[in-house]
C-alpha cells in the first residue's frame, strides 16, 4: 500500500461534528455520570495516582476547575479527545494508502457506534482509546519510514497511556508480541528500542512509585473488580460484545482485519489486534476495554473498501447512506437524548429491555441502561442534603455536624453542588469509599453525622451504636436513577468512645494504603 496524504478539510469538518455531535444530543436533563465526580473530585487533590486509577485525567479535571469547573467544561475533555482519536483514525487510513473516501469511512465509524456514548463520558477510556490509536500510528509510520525515532515517539504514548489507564498494558504486550512475530524483530537489536523502552519506564516511574508507597492500590482495585464485576463476564459474551459495539461498522473493522492479515507489510497490526483480543478475553476482561484496538482496523477497512469500490460511486453512497441509517436507531442506547420517562417508555416498545442491555453491575434488568441511571438524582440529592443541614442548625452547631457518603458519587456530588453561599464545610463531607478515603482528614472530629446511604447501617457497624437519636430525614426520589431511595440519615451526640472508634477505623482503613 502506497502511503496518501491526510485529506485535512475533510478531516477537520469532522472532527468538529464529532466534538459537538454528543453536546446536541443529550437531554439537558441528566447531570454528571457519577464516576465523573470522583475524576474531578481527584484533580481537587492533585498527587501521582489515585486507588482507582492513573492521574491523567484528573490533572485534566483540574484545568477544568481553574475555568470554574462547569458541566461544559467538564465534558470538554471526553469531546476533544473524541475528535483527536478521529484525527488519528484518518491518519492511520491514510499511511495505510487510504484516499478521501477512505479517510472520510474511517471518520465515520469513530462517529457511530459505541464511540458516540464512550466520547462523552469523562472517564479514562478517553485517554486510553486516543493513546492507543497513537501509539498503532507511530509504529505504522515506523514501517512505512524504518526511521526508528517513531519507535521512540511510540513508547512516548505508550508512557502517557499508562498515565490514562493502566489497561495500556494489554496493547503493550500485543504490540511487543506483534514486532517479534513479524519481519520488524530486528528493532530489538537496535539501541534506539531500548532507549526508548528506558525512556516510557522513566516516564512512568513517578507513578510506579506512588502505587509502591501506597501499597499497590492497583493490585487492590483489580480483585475489588474481579469480585464484583468481572466474574460475570464469560468469553462468548465477550465475543458478542466485540460485534455489538460498534455494530454500524463491524463489516468495515472485519474487513481490515482481513486485509490486514493478507498484507505481509502490516500484518502486524492484525497480529497486535488478535493478541488484544485473546488478552482481554482470557483476563475476564469488559469488552470495551477493547475499543482503543479498532480504530486501526476500521483504518485498514476504510482503505481496502475503497479500492475495491473505485469506480463505483454507487457503492460508496449506498455504505454511507447505511452506515447513517443503521447508526440513527442506535443513539437512544448510546447517549441519553430524550427524558428518563420516554427513554424507558422507548425501550420497552421496541423490546430491547429484553435483550440484556439494560442489565446493570447487579445482574437485573432496569428501565434504564446503568450510565444514564447514574447521570440522574445527584442535584436532588445535594440540594435535599444541604437544607438538611441548614435544617439543623438551628439546634445543632453546624461546625460539630460532620457529612458522611457510603461511595464516592454520593460525596463527589455534595462537593461539587456545595457553591460557597451553601455554607457546607468540604472537610466535613468525606467518604471511606474510594480515593476519598485518602482525603479524611487527620483529625476528624464531629458531635453528630448526617449519613448518606442506600439503608440504614447494620448493627454490626458498631460505630453508628455510639448516638443517642436517629432521624430519617429524606431521600432521593427519582425512579429512574440509580440513587433511587438514598437516604438522608441524621445521627446525634456520638459520645467519646463512638467517636474514638470512627477515628480509629478510619486511620486503620487508610493505613492499608501507606508503607
Known amino acids: 500500500m502506497k502511503r496518501e496524504q491526510p485529506y485535512w478539510p475533510l478531516i477537520l469538518i469532522l472532527a468538529f461534528l464529532k466534538f459537538v455531535l454528543p453536546l446536541l444530543l443529550q437531554h439537558p436533563v441528566y447531570e454528571l455520570q457519577r464516576d465523573e465526580y470522583l475524576y474531578y473530585q481527584q484533580g481537587q487533590h492533585f498527587d501521582f495516582g489515585y ?3 492513573p492521574p491523567l485525567l484528573s490533572y485534566l479535571g483540574m ?27 484518518c491518519l492511520i487510513t491514510a499511511e495505510l494508502g487510504g484516499k478521501l473516501f477512505a479517510q472520510f469511512l474511517a471518520a465515520l465509524s469513530i462517529i457511530t457506534g459505541a464511540y458516540l456514548r464512550v466520547h462523552y463520558l469523562f472517564q479514562p477510556n478517553i485517554l486510553d482509546i486516543f493513546f492507543w490509536s497513537l501509539a498503532i500510528y507511530l509504529l505504522i509510520r515506523y514501517i512505512n519510514s524504518k526511521k526508528e525515532n517513531y519507535i521512540i515517539w511510540m513508547a512516548i ?56 508507597s501506597h501499597n499497590w492500590p492497583v493490585i487492590h482495585h483489580m480483585e475489588e473488580l474481579q469480585a464484583t464485576q468481572l466474574k460475570y463476564i464469560n468469553r462468548s459474551d465477550f465475543l458478542k460484545e466485540q460485534l455489538l459495539l460498534l455494530l454500524p461498522v463491524v463489516f468495515v473493522w472485519i474487513t481490515g482485519l ?52 473505485e469506480g463505483k460511486k454507487w457503492l460508496r453512497y449506498a455504505i454511507t447512506v447505511f452506515i447513517i441509517g443503521l447508526s440513527i436507531p442506535f443513539i437512544p442506547l ?7 420517562e420516554k427513554l424507558a417508555a422507548f425501550y420497552q416498545q421496541y423490546g430491547i429491555d429484553k435483550t440484556g442491555l439494560l442489565k446493570w453491575e447487579d445482574q437485573k ?33 453546624m461546625l460539630g455536624t460532620a457529612i458522611y457518603c457510603r461511595n ?37 472530629s464531629f458531635k453528630n453525622l448526617l449519613f448518606i446511604g442506600r439503608r440504614m447501617p447494620d448493627k454490626g457497624d458498631e460505630v453508628f451504636n455510639h448516638f443517642e437519636k436517629v432521624t430519617i430525614i429524606d431521600s432521593v426520589t427519582n425512579p429512574y436513577s440509580r440513587q433511587f431511595g438514598d437516604k438522608i440519615i441524621f445521627f446525634e451526640n456520638i459520645d467519646t468512645a463512638g467517636l474514638r472508634l470512627a477515628q480509629d477505623g478510619l486511620k486503620a482503613e487508610k493505613q492499608k494504603f501507606n508503607r
Open 51 to 53: 486507588l482507582e486509577n
Open 63 to 89: 484545568i477544568s476547575s481553574w475555568f470554574g469547573g462547569s458541566e461544559a467544561w467538564i465534558k470538554f475533555w471526553p469531546c476533544l479527545f473524541g475528535a483527536a482519536t478521529l484525527v488519528v483514525t
Open 157 to 212: 504514548s505508550l508512557a502517557f497511556g499508562w498515565w490514562s489507564k493502566y489497561s495500556v498494558l494489554f496493547i503493550a504486550v500485543a504490540i511487543i508480541a506483534g514486532l517479534l512475530l513479524s519481519p520488524y524483530r530486528n528493532i530489538f537489536l537496535r539501541k534506539k528500542a531500548w532507549l526508548a523502552a528506558g525512556l516510557a519506564l522513566l516516564l512512568i516511574m513517578p507513578n510506579l512509585l506512588w502505587q509502591y
Open 258 to 309: 482481513t486485509s490486514l492479515l493478507r498484507n505481509s507489510q502490516y500484518r502486524i497490526i492484525a497480529i497486535i489486534y488478535v493478541t488484544v483480543i485473546a488478552l482481554l478475553m482470557f483476563g475476564s476482561g469488559k469488552g470495551y476495554y477493547a475499543l482503543g484496538a479498532y480504530p486501526m482496523l476500521l483504518a485498514g477497512g476504510a482503505a481496502a473498501i475503497e479500492k475495491w469500490s
Open 334 to 340: 448510546l447517549l441519553p437524548v430524550w427524558k428518563p
Open 365 to 397: 434488568e432496569h428501565p434504564l441502561p446503568q450510565d444514564f441511571a447514574d447521570m440522574l438524582g445527584w442535584k436532588e440529592l445535594a440540594e435535599k442534603t444541604i437544607r438538611a443541614y441548614h435544617n439543623i442548625s438551628g439546634v445543632h452547631n
Open 408 to 444: 464516592y458519587g454520593q460525596a463527589g456530588a455534595l462537593k461539587y453542588y456545595n457553591e460557597p453561599e451553601a455554607g457546607l464545610n468540604h472537610r466535613f463531607i468525606f467518604s471511606d469509599n474510594g480515593s476519598f478515603l485518602l482525603w479524611v482528614p487527620k483529625e476528624l
